[in-house]
């Protein structure tokens, strides 16, 4: 018998134990009552795993089976307001979740509030015929589809779904984001109105004529927007799009439309900025929105960082940013490998000290930055000597995060005796709502009073 938890959330990390949670529900009914949020990983799912001689088909079949038996005995003891199914075997494995599966979801609409789906290769097209939210979603305040296995599949059931989400106030949308016309997710119109839509985060290879830019246009209630945007020809934002937003996160801010979005003229009230790829040409757009901007994020090469003049420009730009509060560089070194002289394999050194130190080093003493983030899986740990007592830095700087593969560290950075060391402190809780997570969660300071 699976042991289950005091907590409002169910963790499902592994198929394998959904008998076991089934029969400790059959066992003990009141178990049913205790969980509001259902979150499935099938990034280390074992469902996969052989099996004898099930097939695919079959395991998923075996899954949804106690799944469901799940969802029906939370439904009937209170109700579900969270649901996630997410992960890496969504985009790898070519199956399809059984209709009955989807009629147990459905009986959650009335009181669910928060919905992360992810979906197998061309699973949303299998399921084009089936009806897999009938109802429409009266208290559904944040909705995350990921379709990226979709290529060229049909998505008229995601067509029907958008139509019914009103009240949602986050949209998350992840497309094939393909250039070839066949690739496309195709059946989506983009003409829904969603008059609460404050929080939207798109990826997608768009083509003018689908309606796309006209649904952005008529949603200026949006105060954060992730865009991943690719088009056939050029796209343009007008100045009177998303009038009102805060924080912004792109891939590059040189590609045409993301420019637009940073118009001095449209004086959107842009604090919180995700620039994507560092480019010289990228620093003349982030300070035109100067005055406003508090947090900065951005990602740079480990070659560019550490071999060109990226750190002097980085020390002039933020000496333009005045009320610059929390500064954040992704540095990935994992993906790079090369073939060194005697045949061996060699690849670049990993996020250190050093870099750290670098960073330090572009920021002014008259700097009002708190807060620092630098981020690569493959970083090595922050040496005891360097935490006890840290270079030179701003009287304003008050933590420093350090994110790998190991965690994401955060230290407070504390001043006695003439020393600043870096304190190990509690690490700031960035998900209160069931299952829903946003960009701008990684902020540091937007979690600290």
Same mark, same amino acid.
Not at 74 to 82: A, D, Q
Not at 239 to 268: C, K, M, Q
Not at 311 to 318: I, N, R, S, V, Y
């Given at each position: 018998?699976?042991?289950?938890?005091?907590?409002?959330?169910?963790?499902?990390?592994?198929?394998?134990?959904?008998?076991?949670?089934?029969?400790?529900?059959?066992?003990?009914?009141?178990?049913?009552?205790?969980?509001?949020?259902?979150?499935?990983?099938?990034?280390?799912?074992?469902?996969?795993?052989?099996?004898?001689?099930?097939?695919?088909?079959?395991?998923?079949?075996?899954?949804? %089976?106690?799944?469901?038996?799940?969802?029906?005995?939370?439904?009937?003891?209170?109700?579900?307001?969270?649901?996630? &199914?997410?992960?890496?075997?969504?985009?790898?494995?070519?199956?399809?979740?059984?209709?009955?599966?989807?009629?147990?979801?459905?009986?959650?609409?009335?009181?669910?509030?928060?919905?992360?789906?992810?979906?197998?290769?061309?699973?949303?097209?299998?399921?084009?015929?089936?009806?897999?939210?009938?109802?429409?979603?009266?208290?559904?305040?944040?909705?995350?589809?990921?379709?990226?296995?979709?290529?060229?599949?049909?998505?008229?059931?995601?067509?029907?779904?958008?139509?019914?989400?009103?009240?949602?106030?986050?949209?998350?949308?992840?497309?094939?984001? #393909?250039?070839?016309?066949?690739?496309?997710?195709?059946? @989506?119109?983009?003409?829904?109105?969603?008059?609460?839509?404050?929080?939207? $985060?798109?990826?997608?290879?768009?083509?003018?004529?689908?309606?796309?830019?006209?649904?952005?246009?008529?949603?200026?209630?949006?105060?954060?927007?992730?865009?991943?945007?690719?088009?056939?020809?050029?796209?343009?934002?007008?100045?009177?799009?998303?009038?009102?937003?805060?924080?912004?996160?792109?891939?590059?801010?040189?590609?045409?439309?993301?420019?637009?979005?940073?118009?001095?003229?449209?004086?959107?009230?842009?604090?919180?900025?995700?620039?994507? $790829?560092?480019?010289?040409?990228?620093?003349?757009?982030?300070?035109?929105?100067?005055?406003?901007?508090?947090?900065? %994020?951005?990602?740079?090469?480990?070659?560019?960082?550490?071999?060109?003049?990226?750190?002097?420009?980085?020390?002039?730009?933020?000496?333009? @940013?005045?009320?610059?509060?929390?500064?954040?560089?992704?540095?990935?070194?994992?993906?790079?490998?090369?073939?060194?002289?005697?045949?061996?394999?060699?690849?670049?050194?990993?996020?250190?000290? %050093?870099?750290?130190?670098?960073?330090?080093? #572009?920021?002014?003493?008259?700097?009002?930055?708190?807060?620092?983030?630098?981020?690569?899986?493959?970083?090595?740990?922050?040496?005891? %000597?360097?935490?006890?007592?840290?270079?030179?830095?701003?009287?304003?700087?008050?933590?420093?995060? &350090?994110?790998?593969?190991?965690?994401?560290?955060?230290?407070?950075?504390?001043?006695?005796?003439?020393?600043?060391?870096?304190?190990?402190?509690?690490?700031?809780?960035?998900? $209160?709502?069931? #299952?829903?997570?946003?960009?701008?969660?990684? $902020?540091?300071?937007?979690?600290?009073?």
């Amino acid at each position: 018998m699976a042991t289950l938890s005091p907590t409002p959330v169910l963790k499902i990390s592994g198929f394998k134990r959904l008998p076991g949670i089934v029969d400790a529900f059959k066992s003990h009914s009141e178990y049913a009552s205790t969980f509001t949020s259902i979150v499935i990983d099938d990034e280390e799912n074992d469902a996969w795993e052989e099996d004898g001689k099930l097939q695919e088909t079959e395991r998923m079949a075996g899954a949804c %089976e106690h799944l469901a038996a799940i969802i029906d005995m939370i439904v009937l003891r209170g109700g579900l307001e969270s649901f996630s &199914w997410t992960g890496y075997e969504l985009s790898q494995s070519r199956v399809v979740r059984p209709k009955a599966f989807w009629k147990s979801l459905a009986k959650t609409v009335p009181t669910l509030k928060h919905l992360n789906l992810g979906f197998y290769v061309h699973e949303i097209h299998d399921l084009s015929k089936v009806d897999i939210f009938p109802s429409t979603f009266d208290n559904l305040e944040s909705l995350e589809l990921n379709l990226s296995g979709g290529h060229g599949d049909d998505a008229v059931q995601i067509e029907v779904m958008l139509r019914k989400i009103r009240s949602v106030k986050r949209l998350a949308l992840y497309l094939p984001t #393909c250039d070839l016309e066949t690739c496309r997710i195709q059946g @989506l119109s983009y003409n829904y109105h969603l008059p609460k839509l404050e929080d939207l $985060s798109l990826s997608v290879y768009d083509s003018p004529s689908s309606g796309l830019m006209n649904f952005l246009a008529h949603h200026s209630s949006v105060k954060t927007l992730y865009l991943d945007l690719s088009s056939d020809e050029p796209l343009q934002f007008s100045e009177t799009t998303f009038p009102g937003l805060r924080a912004l996160h792109v891939d590059s801010l040189i590609a045409s439309p993301f420019h637009d979005l940073l118009s001095e003229s449209a004086a959107r009230p842009i604090s919180h900025l995700n620039a994507g $790829s560092w480019s010289k040409e990228s620093y003349a757009e982030i300070v035109k929105i100067a005055a406003k901007l508090t947090c900065l %994020e951005t990602q740079d090469s480990f070659d560019a960082w550490r071999e060109d003049d990226f750190p002097q420009q980085l020390k002039e730009m933020l000496s333009q @940013l005045p009320n610059l509060q929390e500064f954040a560089l992704d540095l990935p070194t994992g993906n790079t490998s090369w073939r060194n002289e005697d045949g061996t394999w060699g690849g670049p050194r990993p996020m250190d000290v %050093e870099d750290l130190t670098k960073l330090l080093s #572009c920021l002014s003493f008259d700097s009002k930055i708190r807060a620092v983030r630098m981020a690569d899986a493959k970083g090595l740990e922050l040496p005891v %000597e360097l935490l006890a007592d840290m270079p030179s830095i701003p009287n304003s700087l008050e933590y420093i995060r &350090w994110d790998t593969d190991a965690g994401n560290l955060l230290y407070r950075l504390e001043k006695k005796e003439g020393k600043t060391a870096g304190v190990p402190c509690d690490p700031v809780r960035t998900v $209160s709502k069931g #299952c829903v997570r946003t960009w701008t969660d990684e $902020s540091i300071l937007s979690h600290i009073a």
